[in-house]
C-alpha cells in the first residue's frame, strides 16, 4: 500500500472505532495481528474492541477532529483534538504500523489534556 491510502485508512479507521463502531473498523482495517502499547488499553484486537465499545456507552457525545496525518512508509501518525463530556479537551499523537497487506498492526499514543490556562495564545492542535 502506498502512503496516502495508509493515511486515509488510519483516520477512517480511528474515526469509526472513535464514533461507536470499533468491531466494523478493525474488521475493515486491521490485520491478524494488533498489538496494542497504550496501557489503559488491553493488547490484541478484542481490547481494542472492547476499550472503544465502552467509550462509546460512557461518553457517546465525544468528538475528534483529525488535525495532521504524516505518513512515512509503513508508519502513520495522526495528530487530533477531542472534545469530551463538560468541555474536556484532549490533544492525541497516534501512530499506526502497517503490516505488508497493508493492515494496521500496531498502535502507540501519547494523550494530553488541554488546560484550561496556557502561557500563550497559540493552539496544541
Avoid at 464514533?19 to 497504550?38: C, M, S
Amino acid at each position: 500500500m502506498d502512503s496516502t491510502s495508509n493515511k486515509n485508512n488510519a483516520i477512517a479507521f480511528y474515526k469509526m472505532a472513535y464514533e461507536g463502531n470499533p468491531r466494523a473498523a478493525v474488521e475493515k482495517y486491521v490485520g491478524d495481528v494488533y498489538i496494542q502499547h497504550n496501557p489503559d488499553v488491553a493488547d490484541g484486537i478484542e481490547g481494542f474492541i472492547s476499550y472503544f465499545e465502552r467509550m462509546q456507552k460512557e461518553y457517546p457525545n465525544k468528538s475528534i477532529e483529525f488535525v495532521r496525518c504524516i505518513s512515512e512508509e509503513n508508519l502513520v501518525a495522526l495528530h487530533t483534538h477531542q472534545i469530551w463530556p463538560d468541555n474536556d479537551e484532549y490533544v492525541t499523537m497516534d501512530f499506526f504500523r502497517f503490516d505488508e497487506k497493508g493492515k494496521i498492526c500496531e498502535h502507540w499514543d501519547a494523550i494530553q489534556q488541554i488546560p484550561k490556562k496556557s502561557a500563550h495564545t497559540n493552539k496544541m492542535y
